[in-house]
């Protein structure tokens, strides 16, 4: 196999990571809006949310790429050049989190949105990586040279671990695990006279689930570690995952308390 494995259709000879992208983006959103739950939400909150979360997510994804290599984001910076190219999907994720948190609080909405997310990220992440395994080593998500019988020649002779592969193959593991969170998040709240829906878990799972995926496998990429041997997107998915440890364990077991003590008062 050669890379970049350019796909032919017709006379059209299109690089796999643009189609792949593409593809991603497209089919991610089309199985968001055909997945979603019915929230209530007016056209307009629902446009304003939606774009909270692109914004977030564009300037996440840019802000941690830069972070990658600080002496080298410098050097650019100081002599006028534009860092375009580039970015990552971790920042996409925290940025586009905290897009969406903020941009909800403008709106006054306080119902969780981050369930409807999961499956289509899962999809349109599992589409993306196919193109970055396709493009090869001028992808730069490739991992370190191995004796793997998992390794794959991206054209130089050598034998690098596929994390693309590594990647797709724990987020098919990791939808099937969501699936009872899946079909508990589908269920209406029966205490409500409006449409609500028990929800959260599922995307806060998803998260932690997927940013420790990422802190490991980027042991075996060869980026540069320079925050006390962690590089910038381990350094992020460990923030992550203390967020949503105590999103997940220590904010539930403070909101028991009080339930607690308010049901004795």
Same mark, same amino acid.
């Given at each position: 196999?050669?890379?970049?494995?350019?796909?032919? *259709? =017709?006379?059209?000879?299109?690089?796999?990571?643009?189609?792949?992208?593409?593809l991603s983006y497209f089919i991610g959103f089309r199985v968001y809006l055909w997945t979603r739950r019915p929230s209530g939400m007016s056209a307009l909150m629902s446009l304003q949310i939606l774009a909270g979360t692109i914004l977030g997510a564009? *300037? =996440?994804?840019?802000?941690?790429f830069w972070l990658e290599?600080?002496?080298?984001t410098w050097e650019h910076l100081s002599q006028g050049q534009l860092l375009w190219g580039g970015k990552t999907i971790v920042g996409g994720l925290l940025g586009g989190l905290i897009g969406v948190e903020l941009t909800k609080r403008w709106v006054g909405w306080s119902q969780s949105t981050g369930d409807d997310f999961v499956y289509p990220l899962m999809l349109g992440l599992c589409i993306g990586r196919i193109g970055c395994f396709l493009t090869g080593l001028t992808d730069h998500t490739y991992g370190t040279p191995t004796t793997w019988i998992t390794g794959v020649d991206f054209g130089d002779g050598v034998t690098r671990h596929p994390a693309q592969l590594y990647e797709i193959f724990f987020l098919i593991i990791l939808a099937i695990v969501l699936i009872p969170?899946?079909?508990?998040?589908?269920?209406?709240?029966a205490t409500s006279t409006q449409v609500k829906y028990v929800s959260g878990r599922m995307f806060q799972w998803f998260m932690a689930g997927y940013l420790l995926f990422r802190l490991g496998i980027e042991w075996i990429k060869p980026t540069p570690h320079p925050y006390l041997g962690l590089n910038n997107i381990q350094l992020?998915?460990?923030?992550?995952?203390?967020y949503y440890a105590w999103l997940i364990y220590g904010k539930k077991k403070v909101d028991h308390q009080i339930t607690s003590s308010n049901m004795q008062a």
């Amino acid at each position: 196999m050669d890379f970049p494995v350019y796909l032919t *259709i =017709g006379s059209l000879r299109i690089h796999p990571h643009v189609l792949f992208e593409s593809l991603s983006y497209f089919i991610g959103f089309r199985v968001y809006l055909w997945t979603r739950r019915p929230s209530g939400m007016s056209a307009l909150m629902s446009l304003q949310i939606l774009a909270g979360t692109i914004l977030g997510a564009a *300037i =996440g994804a840019k802000l941690l790429f830069w972070l990658e290599d600080p002496v080298a984001t410098w050097e650019h910076l100081s002599q006028g050049q534009l860092l375009w190219g580039g970015k990552t999907i971790v920042g996409g994720l925290l940025g586009g989190l905290i897009g969406v948190e903020l941009t909800k609080r403008w709106v006054g909405w306080s119902q969780s949105t981050g369930d409807d997310f999961v499956y289509p990220l899962m999809l349109g992440l599992c589409i993306g990586r196919i193109g970055c395994f396709l493009t090869g080593l001028t992808d730069h998500t490739y991992g370190t040279p191995t004796t793997w019988i998992t390794g794959v020649d991206f054209g130089d002779g050598v034998t690098r671990h596929p994390a693309q592969l590594y990647e797709i193959f724990f987020l098919i593991i990791l939808a099937i695990v969501l699936i009872p969170l899946y079909r508990q998040s589908r269920v209406k709240s029966a205490t409500s006279t409006q449409v609500k829906y028990v929800s959260g878990r599922m995307f806060q799972w998803f998260m932690a689930g997927y940013l420790l995926f990422r802190l490991g496998i980027e042991w075996i990429k060869p980026t540069p570690h320079p925050y006390l041997g962690l590089n910038n997107i381990q350094l992020a998915c460990i923030a992550g995952v203390l967020y949503y440890a105590w999103l997940i364990y220590g904010k539930k077991k403070v909101d028991h308390q009080i339930t607690s003590s308010n049901m004795q008062a």
